[in-house]
């Protein structure tokens, strides 16, 4: 919404839950926000405030197999991988970085800004690396105000999103050792 001005905050009217078909994991988000496909066959959905063809604020989250385990010690690897991704985009500004490791969990946060063809958009994008699974959360704003306003509710998907005891087991380190 390009030169929209908003006052206020965006409030909630209700909260739903997705949950994973193959129950991997699961988010909430607003309850009256519009569901979309994601685009690439991605397995997942998006979620986003306002209707339209193709909504550029949204939260989006899906999930890919992988060919491999990944492993704590992979996080070099895999940092160089987003960081290389990243220096793609147009205009990129990297506001936020942290990466961290629980057991052989790895998690990668990037927050940005960059050039979508003259407009500047603002992400927030999570990529969990969980045993042989990626699953990647993104928050976009189609301008760093829309992602500011909407942003309390982009980061409630964010604080609800969770995995299921199956997936923190298989990335205990001290379980995986008998493997």
Not at 30 to 56: I, T
Not at 73 to 91: N, S, V
Not at 151 to 163: Q, R, S, V
Request: charged share 30%; proline share 5%; net charge negative.
């Amino acid at each position: 919404m390009t030169g929209t001005v908003r006052t206020g905050r965006p409030r909630f009217t209700g909260v739903t839950t997705y949950k994973d078909p193959l129950g991997r994991f699961s988010f909430r988000y607003p309850s009256d926000w519009n569901e979309f496909e994601l685009a690439d066959d991605r397995e997942g959905v998006m979620y986003a405030p306002e209707g339209g063809e193709s909504p550029q604020t949204y939260f989006a989250a899906w999930i890919t197999k992988l060919d491999e385990r990944v492993v704590a010690e992979d996080l070099p690897t895999l940092r160089e991988g987003i960081d290389a991704g990243l220096g793609q985009l147009t205009g990129c500004e990297i506001e936020t970085e942290k990466d961290d490791v629980h057991g052989n969990l790895v998690k990668l946060e990037r927050v940005y800004r960059f050039d979508d063809g003259g407009t500047v958009r603002q992400r927030r994008v999570w990529t969990l690396y969980v045993d042989t699974w990626r699953i990647v959360l993104v928050w976009q704003g189609s301008t760093p105000e829309e992602y500011a306003y909407w942003l309390p509710m982009g980061n409630y998907a964010f604080a609800t999103f969770d995995l299921p005891e199956a997936l923190w087991f298989a990335t205990d380190r001290d379980l995986r050792a008998f493997d």
